[in-house]
C-alpha cells in the first residue's frame, strides 16, 4: 500500500517560499534545509508535508498540480494569505458556483482557497 508522504512544490527562492509557507499554514521546518530544498511540517503534529524544491522550470498558468487548501472562513484566510504576500489570480476556469478562490505564492504558484464551511 502507497501513502503520499510529502507534496513538492517547485520555487525559485527556497528561502522567501519557506517564509511564505510557513506563514500560511503554521508549519516549520524540518530541520535547516539549504537553498535547494527544505521540508515543512505542521507545528501542531497534524496534517500534511510541504516540501520546497529549487527550479528552474517557469510557473504554470493551469498547473495540473495545485494545492487546495480548506479554509472555514475563506474570506478572512484569503485576506490573510493576500497580506503574506500572495496574490489575487485572474482564473479563466471559475465554474459558476465555485466554492474555491485562487490565488498565487510569491513565486507565482497557484493554489486554491476552498470554502470548507459548509454554507
Known amino acids: ?4 508522504g510529502t507534496t513538492v512544490l517547485g520555487v525559485g527562492d527556497v528561502a522567501r517560499a519557506t517564509a511564505f509557507w510557513t506563514a500560511a499554514l ?4 524540518q530541520d535547516n534545509g539549504d537553498d535547494t530544498w527544505v521540508i515543512l511540517n505542521p ?4 496534517g500534511a508535508r510541504l516540501a520546497l524544491m529549487l527550479s528552474e522550470t517557469p510557473v504554470q498558468l493551469h498547473p495540473r ?3 487546495d487548501l480548506w479554509a472555514d472562513n475563506q474570506e478572512a484566510e484569503v485576506q490573510r494569505l493576500l497580506d503574506l504576500g500572495a496574490e489575487r489570480v485572474d482564473w479563466d476556469l471559475y465554474p459558476d458556483d465555485a466554492d474555491f478562490i485562487v490565488l498565487a505564492d510569491p513565486e ?3 493554489f486554491c482557497v476552498v470554502d470548507a464551511s459548509g454554507g
Do not use: C, E, S, W
Open 1 to 4: 500500500m502507497l501513502t503520499v
Open 108 to 110: 507565482g504558484n497557484r
Open 65 to 67: 498540480i495545485h494545492l
Open 43 to 46: 507545528q501542531n503534529g497534524n
Open 26 to 29: 503554521d508549519y516549520a521546518p
